[in-house]
């Protein structure tokens, strides 16, 4: 990640780096989110294209800003960013194997939730606060792993086949974004890598046995990444 910051600066963004991990580790709207819902909230935004072709959400209006933030002192204007990526690059798939302890699992009532899902506490990558002037910059590639919080690993090729992804797969998301930040303005910059997400109910049989429904699941696939900027005139 590329940062420019002066030697004060960096020494302010260090303070307020550990006023916002207690801001989320407080905050009341810590949830699933999507990012496609959450511009849905408003139609009072004008949009125009990034660098890296991406659209930017621009919202100014008091009303859009109250819903989409959560700070007490809400800020004068929010930008909202997401990047899909054009196709995650699958690296690797774990390869250990469990004892099949059951005859057969199966998936049923499988919903597909589509792109843009993100946890506000779990997916966020980077969260800064900077004040002007200054210039954030990021730029990195980072990997993750498409998911499910199921523990039973003789079922997960089941479950891969069912969701549409392979789950322990690794695949690579772009992080980009540069940000002047003017003299007399502030930037609270949030990050977060969004998927696409499955849930699903599992079932299991075994030797000789009726099925037997286990729980219901959710299925992660890394796909995209959401960026969050809100600015004050200070």
């Not at 597909?112 to 002037?133: C, K, L, M, R």
């Not at 109910?201 to 809100?230: H, M, R, S």
Request: net charge negative; glycine share 6%.
């Amino acid at each position: 990640m590329k940062k420019v910051f002066t030697s004060i600066m960096a020494a302010i963004m260090l303070l307020t780096m550990l006023s916002s991990t207690a801001f989320a580790a407080t905050s009341d709207t810590v949830t699933n989110m999507n990012v496609f819902d959450i511009l849905e909230q408003t139609s009072s935004y004008t949009t125009s294209q990034a660098a890296n072709g991406s659209v930017v959400y621009t919202i100014t209006d008091p009303d859009a800003i109250r819903k989409l933030s959560d700070e007490k002192d809400l800020p004068d204007m929010i930008e909202l960013t997401y990047i899909p990526a054009d196709e995650a690059v699958a690296i690797s798939k774990d390869s250990e194997v469990s004892p099949q302890l059951f005859e057969s699992y199966e998936i049923r009532n499988k919903k597909d939730h589509g792109d843009g899902w993100y946890n506000s506490t779990a997916h966020q990558v980077y969260e800064f606060y900077i004040d002007g002037p200054d210039t954030f910059q990021l730029d990195e590639t980072k990997t993750y792993k498409a998911s499910v919080n199921c523990s039973i690993k003789g079922a997960i090729d089941v479950i891969s086949a069912g969701v549409g992804f392979e789950i322990g797969e690794e695949h690579q998301l772009h992080f980009q974004s540069t940000t002047p930040v003017a003299a007399g303005k502030r930037l609270h910059v949030e990050v977060f890598r969004t998927h696409h997400k499955v849930t699903f109910d599992l079932y299991e049989k075994p030797a000789g046995g009726n099925w037997k429904y286990v729980n219901n699941y959710e299925a992660l696939k890394p796909n995209g990444t959401f960026i969050k900027k809100e600015f004050w005139n200070r």
